[in-house]
Nanobody
Framework: QVQLVESGGGLVQAGGSLRLSCAAS????????MGWYRQAPGKQRELVAT???????NYADSVKGRFTISRGNAKHTVSLQMNSLEPEDTAVYYC???????????????WGQGTQVTVSS
C-alpha cells in the first residue's frame, strides 16, 4: 500500500504564490521520480513538473521560470513552489510518484487525491 498526501492548495490572487507539498507513506522499497500534474475542467491531465531521485527536473513550458520543484532529503517528499500565478494555472493539482514496491520489481505510478488551486483575476 502506498499513499500520497498533498497539501497547500487554495485560493490566491493573480501574481501571488502558493507552495504545494506531498508526502509518500506506506510499504515500498524505493521511489524513483516524483512529480506534479494538473487537470482543468474539460481538459486532460497534463504534466507540470517532475524530478528524479538524482535531482533532474523537467517542467512544462507554461510554468518554466515561475514554478520550482524540489524533493526532501529522504526522497519521499516533493514540493512545488508556484510564483507569479496566473488564472490559467487554475486546476486540480495531483502529486505522483513512481514506486518500486520490491527490490528488482517494476515501477508503478501512484497518484494523490488532488488539491484545488484557484487563481483569481
Amino acid at each position: 500500500q502506498v499513499q500520497l498526501v498533498e497539501s497547500g492548495g487554495g485560493l490566491v490572487q493573480a501574481g501571488g504564490s502558493l507552495r504545494l507539498s506531498c508526502a509518500a507513506s506506506g510499504s515500498f522499497f524505493s521511489i524513483n521520480s516524483m512529480g506534479w500534474y494538473r487537470q482543468a475542467p474539460g481538459k486532460q491531465r497534463e504534466l507540470v513538473a517532475t524530478i528524479t531521485s538524482a535531482g533532474v527536473t523537467n517542467y512544462a513550458d507554461s510554468v518554466k521560470g515561475r514554478f520550482t520543484i524540489s524533493r526532501g532529503n529522504a526522497k519521499h517528499t516533493v514540493s512545488l513552489q508556484m510564483n507569479s500565478l496566473e488564472p490559467e494555472d487554475t486546476a486540480v493539482y495531483y502529486c505522483s510518484a513512481d514506486v518500486r514496491i520490491r527490490p528488482g520489481g517494476v515501477l508503478f505510478q501512484y497518484w494523490g487525491q488532488g488539491t484545488q488551486v484557484t487563481v483569481s483575476s
